[in-house]
């Protein structure tokens, strides 16, 4: 039970307020923004009132106050609690990104809260939840259904509010790709040893790496070797890299449409390597919405999403290493 006679617990307020039961601590430990009474003595129980306050605290800081200021101006002058027969409703059931002027449209409750504690700049927040819809959902779903709606919003934000919200989008790209690297972490017991490496590169002119690194932490948790090449790799680079290393397959990722290049998919498709008679390609990706609409050149494989890439790298890696088991020919790196 999350609620009693005396009020709601951290964890109910949290969740009906999109923030993390950290920052709530936090507000109370260091601006007195919290419950009037403590049952026995320790649990915070908090009344109407105090929700109340909360309310105004999480939307003056949204719309860019200090904390210390927000906390101010919520104590001397807060909104008086609704009658107990009127509720709020919950989160989910208000307008389409209402409360934190995002455009996030009808997405999970949690892409409020984490676009919420983005707005208001509240690292701490944003770090808890990233971590427990990983922990809860697993990363792909975390991934697709929260991380992804959430950093779309926040980049149309910005594009349409000129300078404004930039530090908001650069807040969360920071903290979901720290959070996307903590849930790779080490390869897990049993990690597949002798299967030849997925390449992970944005194609030139690309700068967006969040869903490649996103992709490069599904690989990990399923104990399959990458190489992450990371924003805009030249031709040559990526050429030598593939020539090197031998991959099993590479995805390559275009944003948008204007750095989509189909010839260098083609080339790096066309790549060999191997004595003559025993020579192997790699297969190719074109990931991203940079690719939609344009044909698929011979050799390449389109994943509709993270779930499908991953589905496709595996039989991908598992071709592969049968074949390499059977006489693959080794890239030059390798052998």
């Avoid at 349409?160 to 897990?188: K, N």
Wanted: with cysteine; charged share 20%; net charge positive.
């Amino acid at each position: 039970m999350t609620e009693s006679a005396h009020g709601l617990t951290t964890g109910a307020v949290a969740r009906r307020l999109g923030v993390a039961p950290t920052t709530l601590r936090s507000w109370d430990r260091r601006y007195g923004i919290g419950p009037a009474a403590r049952e026995d003595g320790r649990h915070r129980r908090w009344t109407p009132e105090d929700v109340a306050v909360l309310r105004e605290m999480c939307r003056l800081t949204s719309s860019g106050i200090p904390p210390a200021e927000a906390a101010r101006a919520a104590l001397a002058d807060p909104v008086p609690a609704p009658p107990a027969d009127r509720e709020p409703l919950p989160r989910a059931a208000r307008p389409p990104g209402s409360g934190n002027g995002l455009p996030l449209g009808a997405v999970r409750q949690e892409c409020r809260g984490l676009g919420r504690a983005a707005v208001r700049l509240d690292a701490w927040a944003v770090d808890d939840m990233l971590a427990s819809v990983i922990a809860q959902y697993g990363l792909v779903t975390a991934w697709e259904e929260v991380m992804a709606p959430t950093l779309h919003a926040v980049g149309r934000k910005w594009e349409t509010s000129g300078d404004r919200y930039v530090e908001v989008e650069h807040l969360l790209s920071w903290h979901v790709s720290s959070a996307l690297r903590r849930a790779s972490g080490p390869p897990p017991p049993g990690s597949r040893t002798g299967v030849p490496p997925v390449l992970l590169a944005c194609v030139p002119g690309e700068q967006h790496t969040l869903a490649l690194e996103a992709l490069a932490a599904g690989l990990a948790e399923l104990g399959l070797p990458t190489l992450m090449f990371g924003p805009a790799v030249p031709p040559e680079a990526l050429d030598q890299a593939v020539r090197r290393t031998g991959p099993a397959a590479v995805v390559l990722w275009s944003q948008a449409r204007s750095t989509a290049n189909q010839p260098l998919a083609r080339h790096v498709a066309d790549t060999v390597w191997g004595v003559r008679g025993a020579r192997a390609r790699p297969a190719v990706l074109p990931a991203g919405p940079g690719w939609a609409g344009q044909p698929l050149a011979p050799g390449t494989l389109r994943p509709g999403g993270l779930r499908d890439a991953l589905a496709l790298l595996r039989g991908l890696c598992d071709t592969a290493a049968a074949g390499a088991g059977a006489g693959r020919p080794a890239a030059p790196g390798q052998s």
